[in-house]
């Protein structure tokens, strides 16, 4: 699996859009990128998943370029309640099993 | 819809107690089934996943064990607990063969290992 490497920790305010970018320079062609979010004593939550250029849910908005080696996790006019640990992951596109590997994730804090 | 369980929420034990530790999942068949643990203010770790009844995979080396004795049913144990168990477990589960990487996390139980 394509290791990834993001920002151990961003700060915003509230209103802002947020965007959280992950490198991923060994990502494999069959290789699909993830995004998840983390409350404290949660479990993950998925955001949103892409292949390649952009998806868009009514959440986030992820943006990967041709290259594929980097994507970046776009949260639009973020509020209070959006402080929370987000991960990036890659995944085997040919996996039946599913398997994720979290990595250290991204402690975003939003202040008021 | 789908739900899944975890108990206990909370546990607090001695060093060298056994564990045991459930999850079940209802409104779905045949998941794919993870346990993971995440220490204090550490990233999340996969331990253990199942892809069906009896089939488990560990991810780390160590001495703790997963069993999948039913379909829906998963379970952490351990003969002998070490204070570095301590942490937070997670348990999820997946659609069996989707092409989204989704994963639905439990509750969780917060172990103290004392």
């Known amino acids: 699996l394509a290791k990834t490497t993001q920002p151990i920790s961003m700060d915003s305010y509230e209103g802002q859009e947020v965007n959280i970018t992950c490198s991923h320079n060994n990502i494999a062609t069959n290789d699909y990128i993830t995004w998840y979010q983390q409350f404290p004593s949660q479990g993950p939550r998925f955001i949103i998943q892409?292949?390649?250029t952009k998806v868009t849910n009514e959440v986030a908005s992820l943006f990967i370029p041709a290259d594929r080696k980097s994507s970046t996790l776009s949260l639009p006019r973020v509020s209070l309640s959006d402080t929370a640990v987000y991960y990036c992951l890659v995944v085997q596109g040919s996996s039946n099993t599913g398997k994720l590997i979290f990595g250290q994730g991204t402690t975003l804090q939003v202040k008021p | 819809s789908q739900t899944i369980h975890q108990w206990p929420a909370t546990l607090v034990q001695p060093v060298g107690s056994p564990l045991s530790l459930e999850c079940t999942v209802e409104g779905t068949s045949n998941p794919n089934l993870y346990w993971y643990r995440q220490a204090a203010g550490r990233g999340l770790q996969l331990l253990f996943y199942s892809v069906g009844i009896g089939q488990i995979s560990s991810e780390v080396p160590q001495n703790l064990s997963a069993s999948r004795p039913q379909d829906r049913q998963f379970i952490l144990s351990s003969k002998k607990l070490l204070l570095s168990d301590s942490g937070f477990y997670l348990c999820?589960?997946?659609?069996?063969?989707?092409?989204?990487?989704?994963?639905?996390f439990g509750p969780g139980t917060r172990l103290t290992v004392t």
């Open positions: 999820a589960w997946s659609v069996s063969g989707s092409p989204i990487y989704e994963q639905y």
């Open positions: 892409g292949y390649k």
